[in-house]
């Protein structure tokens, strides 16, 4: 498994393609983060890759209760506000006084399951291995911080 692996980042565009091959992402206004798994020890790393492990206890903490040896996924933290919209405001000022129980984990791809290289997997398929290994038959989050 790679030590460091870059994000899959969106492309912006003024207007969606013709066809109807494509997909979106919603901007969450949070902090690009990508995560990874191995043998017990997770490590989350900011898109310009910085560890924030030890900024992020409960997201540590909620990402080895997945149950994944070796695994990378590719996310955006963010703190939701009273009506569940993103609030950057907010998620600054947690990482300013070094107070992020209310973060959340947006995840976007699942990018290396157990030493498997997706990154260059059809995006639907990528999409239908996050969901059934996040969720699974109960189509609820394996935990509440991770989405």
Known sequence: MPLVIEPQ?????DRHPASSDWSYKIKFDGYRMLARVENGTTTLITRNGHDWTSRMPRLR????????DHLWLDAEAVVLD????????A????FDRRRTPDLVLF???LLWPNGVDLR?????QR????????????????????Q
């Open 9 to 13: 980042l969106a492309t912006l565009v």
């Open 82 to 89: 009273a009506s569940g919209k993103p609030d950057f405001n």
């Open 120 to 124: 260059e997997e059809p995006l639907r």
């Open 61 to 68: 903490k909620a990402l080895a209760s997945i149950g994944a």
């Open 107 to 109: 995840v976007f791809h």
């Open 127 to 146: 999409r239908k291995l996050l969901l059934d290994r996040a969720v699974g038959r109960s189509r609820e989050p394996a935990h509440p911080l991770i």
């Open 91 to 94: 998620l600054q000022n947690a």
